[in-house]
């Protein structure tokens, strides 16, 4: 900044306001890149195991575990940034790291672009709006992109409900632009993280939820669909009433990122990968170094107790 302002004859303050806000405008890209050779062998074992394209973001330490999910959230909100073009249609999964994302979104107006909702977000006792309507409108400012909300539970109470709701056009018309998405942006969620998964703590799910999942195996999930450390998730009773894609689905979007945070997710997120759901994948450093040590020695327990066993 120094430099900019002698060669422009400005203040040091004005060049600085200057930048901040070609930042703010998607102008400007400021960035940092550490020294990654073992992250690199990382990624690469990783990519060669799971068939999918890995960035991995190194975190320096000390750290907090929400400091990390601000690394790993920019770099993924850069990515985004990066892939999405006019016309793009972006399917967002709502949850904690998603909403880390939103708020580090490059800004980069586009043309007849849509960022659509790809499962819903009301339970008993919210109907989501407020937290997933600010997600979404962060991805429509950031692209200029108009908006298709999802507005059903996160969990029917039935799958026969479902299936009749599936059936409004309303309903399937917000569900055939997911379909046909260019770009799928979602997170991992798991049973227990420092920085928590909104889906298991924001009334989603009961106790006797959680420990049925756990009891079937399940590991985390992935778009509000759960899955067991095998990436296995089709005969889980409660994915019959669950509003988001299933992997199977989603592998028809042909860009699908991932962005996960901390080691913790380690055993969820591989259970994800095995699901298929995954092109593309942002992680930080110690939570690729998990998931390739538990990949590599399958009988070594996970960090979580479901996730034995992989």
């Known amino acids: 900044m120094e430099s900019i302002a002698k060669k422009m004859g400005l203040s040091r ?5 200057l930048v901040a806000s070609a930042r703010d405008e998607g102008l400007v890209r400021i960035t940092l890149h550490a020294p990654q050779e073992p992250a690199a062998t990382t990624a690469s074992r990783l990519s060669q195991l799971y068939g999918v394209s890995v960035t991995i973001v190194p975190v320096s330490q000390p750290t907090s575990e929400m400091r990390r999910l601000e690394r790993v959230a920019a770099m993924a909100g850069a990515m985004v940034s990066d892939i999405v ?3 793009a249609t972006i399917g967002v999964a709502w949850g904690t790291t998603l909403s880390a994302v939103a708020e580090r979104l490059v800004p980069k107006p586009l043309e007849r672009a849509t960022v659509v909702q790809l499962n819903g977000a009301a339970n008993p006792g919210t109907t989501g709006i407020p937290f997933v309507g600010e997600l979404m409108g962060q991805f429509s400012r950031a692209y200029g992109a108009k908006v298709a909300s999802f507005p059903v539970p996160a969990f029917f109470d039935y799958a026969t409900t479902r299936a009749a709701l599936w059936r409004e056009r309303s309903i399937s018309a917000v569900r055939e632009i997911g379909r046909n998405a260019d770009l799928a942006v979602f997170g991992v969620g798991a049973f227990s993280a420092p920085v928590a998964s909104h889906v298991y703590t924001a009334g989603y799910l009961s106790n006797n939820d959680v420990a049925s999942l756990r009891n079937d195996g399940v590991v985390g999930d992935v778009c509000t669909v759960f899955v067991r ?4 998730y ?4 409660i994915n019959s009433r669950a509003s988001g894609p299933t992997p199977a689905e989603l592998k028809k979007i042909p860009r699908r990122l991932c962005v996960v945070a901390g080691p913790a997710k380690a055993t969820a997120l591989i259970g994800v990968l095995r699901s298929g759901a995954v092109t593309d994948l942002v992680v930080d450093d110690e939570c690729a170094a998990r998931v390739l040590e538990e990949s590599e020695h399958p009988w070594r327990p996970g960090p979580q107790g479901a996730g034995m066993g992989l």
């Open 229 to 232: 450390a095998d990436g296995s």
């Open 13 to 17: 303050s004005t060049v600085s306001r």
């Open 234 to 237: 089709a005969d889980l009773e």
């Open 85 to 87: 073009d006019d016309g």
